[in-house]
Structure formats: structure tokens, C-alpha cells
């Protein structure tokens, strides 16, 4: 299993700015994902983050929007840029731990 | 892509009372695994079964993966089950991602 942690947990943002949210895994991990919850929805993978290597984003996701870091084996960032009220959601980090999956807490952003 | 479905999307039970939870999936699959997701947003691990039967406590599931379905059992429901149930698999052909279903909302009245 594994222990992940996110920050913020919530925070309310303007429209127009930035927020970096930050995933810290208790060991480390090979494979990290970042996921978005619209409210009242299922999970959608934004990207996939390997350490050492550029991220690699699913369709209708983009580095510019979403740019994400995965500086060493147990922690990554995810940028929510130039944000808007359509990108008010829960943003989950998630790593895979031989077959399972596991997730943070999640971050509840609320874009005004 | 590989189609995930879950039914029934809402159900309200009686506390005490039993359900099934389905998913189906259009593709073969190298894992499923059941969530839950409590009232508070976090979502923890039931059950990793790409194929087989496995039980735990009150819950137990199957994954029949030659018809491509999985059952998630829940008996004697208590109020603290509520909350959204996701299946989730991992397409054979889709490296390691994982797609999820839409989710069984459940709510279990006292």
C-alpha cells in the first residue's frame, strides 16, 4: 500500500491565476497520476507523471494548461494555470503500487 | 477507447438490507479494482480482482473477465457504506491507465 498526501487539501482561487498543488508519497513509486473530479462526476486521468521523463497527458489535457513535475520518486506537482470557473474540481494524485492503485485526499479547488 | 458501466447509478437502501453493484466492461482488461468514495472524498481501495472471487467483512466481489462483468456484493448494509462505489480497469491495451466507470451512487438510510 501506500501513503499519499496532498496540499492544499481546498483553497478558492481568482479566475486568471495560477495554483500548484503537491503530492507526497510515504515510498517510492514509479508510476504517479494525476486525476480530476468535476463535481457530481467520476474520475478523469489528466496525466500520467514518471520521474525522469516528460508527463504524458491525455486527450483534451495540455502542458500549458496543466503543467505537472515529478522531481524524484515520491513526490509531484500539478499546475492548475490561468484558471476558471470550469476548472473548479477535486484534483486527486494517485500512484500505482505493484497492481493497485491508491489515492491522496484530493484537492478541492473553487475557482471565483 | 475501453467503455465502463456501472449499475445502477443510484440506489437507496434500507439499513440491514443487501445489494449487488455491476460493472461491465467492453474490453479485455489486465486488472479492476473496486473503490469506495466516502462522504468526505476519499477514496479507498474495496477490492483489486481482475478475475476471481474474493471476500472481505461484509463485502465480497466477483470478476467474471471471459463475459467481461464484475458484481460487487454488499450485505447488511450500515449507514456508513454510503457514498459512491467505482469500478475502475485497466485496459490490456492501455499501458497502465485506468478508466473509470461513472460510479453507483448508494445511500443507506437508518
Known amino acids: 500500500s501506500a501513503v499519499i498526501s496532498q496540499k492544499p487539501s481546498r483553497d478558492i482561487c481568482q479566475r486568471g491565476t495560477s495554483l500548484t498543488i503537491q503530492c507526497q508519497v510515504d515510498?517510492?513509486?514509479?508510476?504517479m497520476f494525476w486525476y480530476r473530479q468535476q463535481p457530481g462526476q467520476s474520475l478523469t486521468l489528466i496525466a500520467t507523471a514518471n520521474q525522469g521523463s516528460e508527463a504524458t497527458y491525455e486527450s483534451g489535457f495540455v502542458i500549458d494548461k496543466f503543467p505537472i513535475s515529478r522531481p524524484n520518486l515520491t513526490f509531484s506537482t500539478l499546475t492548475v494555470s490561468n484558471m476558471s470557473p470550469e476548472d473548479s474540481s477535486i484534483y486527486l494524485c494517485?500512484?500505482?503500487?505493484?497492481?493497485?492503485?491508491?489515492f491522496g485526499p484530493g484537492t478541492r479547488l473553487t475557482v471565483t | 477507447g475501453i467503455q465502463v458501466e456501472q449499475s445502477p447509478p443510484d440506489l437507496i437502501l434500507q439499513e440491514g438490507a443487501n445489494s449487488t453493484l455491476r460493472c461491465n466492461f467492453s474490453d479485455s482488461v489486465n486488472n479492476l479494482q473496486w473503490f469506495h468514495q466516502n462522504p468526505w472524498g476519499q477514496l479507498i481501495n474495496l477490492f483489486y480482482i481482475p478475475s476471481g472471487t474474493k471476500q472481505n467483512g461484509r463485502l465480497s466481489a466477483t470478476t467474471v473477465a471471459t463475459e467481461r462483468y464484475s458484481l460487487l456484493y454488499i450485505s447488511s448494509s450500515q449507514t456508513t457504506d454510503s457514498g459512491v462505489y467505482f469500478c475502475?480497469?485497466?485496459?490490456?491495451?492501455?499501458?497502465?491507465?485506468?478508466?473509470f466507470g461513472a460510479g453507483t451512487r448508494l445511500f443507506v438510510k437508518a
Open positions: 475502475a480497469v485497466g485496459p490490456k491495451t492501455g499501458g497502465f491507465k485506468t478508466i
Open positions: 515510498s517510492q513509486v514509479t508510476m
Open positions: 494517485s500512484v500505482l503500487t505493484g497492481v493497485e492503485q491508491y
